[in-house]
T-cell receptor, first 113, second 115 residues
Framework: DQQVKQNSPSLSVQEGRISILNCDYTNSMFDYFLWYKKYPAEGPTFLISISSIKDKNEDGRFTVFLNKSAKHLSLHIVPSQPGDSAVYFCAASPNFGNEKLTFGTGTRLTIIP | DTGVSQNPRHKITKRGQNVTFRCDPISEHNRLYWYRQTLGQGPEFLTYFQNEAQLEKSRLLSDRFSAERPKGSFSTLEIQRTEQGDSAMYLC?????????????FGPGTRLLVL
C-alpha cells in the first residue's frame, strides 16, 4: 500500500507565480516530513523539512505546511523560477528509532518562462 | 566536496553477473542507508547501518543482495546473479545518526542496467 501519496504526477506553473505541491499520508506514526528535489540522473537534494509538532516551516522561497488532522502537507514555492523545474518528492519517517524514509511517487514541476 | 559519493555512477552488466556498488557517506555521519528507485517511483528503502551494524533490511532485499559497512565508514552493496528486474537507480544516503528527526542526504546514485 502507498503510505505516502502525491496524486499529481505533473504541474506546470508560470515563472514568478506560486507553485503548490501536495502530499497525503496514511500512517499515523509518521512524525517527520521532508521534501526533496530531483534532477534527472542525480540523487534527491534535500529542500525543507517539518516536524509534526509544527504546522509551518519556511526557508527562503520554500514553505512547507502540515495539516496533521488531514494527514496532508504541501510545499509552496514563491516566486517560481525556471531552475525549480524538477521532480519533487515528499518523504516521511516515523519516530521510533529508525528514520527510514517512505517516499511518494513524485510530482514533475515545470516552470514556464 | 564533502557530500555523499557513490561509485560507479553507471553500470551495465549481463544477466547472471555479480555487481558491487560503493558509497562513501558524509564523514561525520553514523547512519548510512541504501534505497532503490525505479522509473516513475519514489526511492524505496532497502537497508540501513548504524556505524558498522546493519539494523534493518527491507523485504525488497532478496538473498541475492548483500550490504556491508565493515569499519563504519564506506559501504558496499553487492548483487549476485543479477536479473533484469534489478535494473534501477541505487541511492545511498547518510545522516548524523544521533536519533530523532534527522535529515538524510543523498548521493548521486548508481544506475544499473542488466541486459
Amino acid at each position: 500500500d502507498q503510505q505516502v501519496k502525491q496524486n499529481s504526477p505533473s504541474l506546470s506553473v508560470q515563472e514568478g507565480r506560486i507553485s503548490i505541491l501536495n502530499c497525503d499520508y496514511t500512517n499515523s506514526m509518521f512524525d517527520y516530513f521532508l521534501w526533496y528535489k530531483k534532477y534527472p540522473a542525480e540523487g534527491p537534494t534535500f529542500l525543507i523539512s517539518i516536524s509534526s509538532i509544527k504546522d509551518k516551516n519556511e526557508d527562503g522561497r520554500f514553505t512547507v505546511f502540515l495539516n496533521k488532522s488531514a494527514k496532508h502537507l504541501s510545499l509552496h514555492i514563491v516566486p517560481s523560477q525556471p531552475g525549480d523545474s524538477a521532480v519533487y518528492f515528499c518523504a516521511a519517517s516515523p519516530n521510533f528509532g529508525n528514520e527510514k524514509l517512505t517516499f511518494g511517487t513524485g510530482t514533475r514541476l515545470t516552470i514556464i518562462p | 566536496d564533502t557530500g555523499v559519493s557513490q561509485n560507479p555512477r553507471h553500470k551495465i552488466t549481463k544477466r547472471g553477473q555479480n555487481v558491487t556498488f560503493r558509497c562513501d557517506p558524509i564523514s561525520e555521519h553514523n547512519r548510512l542507508y541504501w534505497y532503490r528507485q525505479t522509473l516513475g517511483q519514489g526511492p524505496e528503502f532497502l537497508t540501513y547501518f548504524q556505524n558498522e551494524a546493519q539494523l534493518e533490511k527491507s523485504r525488497l532485499l532478496s538473498d541475492r543482495f548483500s550490504a556491508e559497512r565493515p569499519k563504519g565508514s564506506f559501504s558496499t552493496l553487492e548483487i549476485q546473479r543479477t536479473e533484469q528486474g534489478d535494473s534501477a537507480m541505487y541511492l545511498c544516503a547518510s545522516s548524523i545518526g544521533t536519533g530523532g528527526q534527522e535529515t538524510q542526504y543523498f548521493g548521486p546514485g548508481t544506475r544499473l542496467l542488466v541486459l
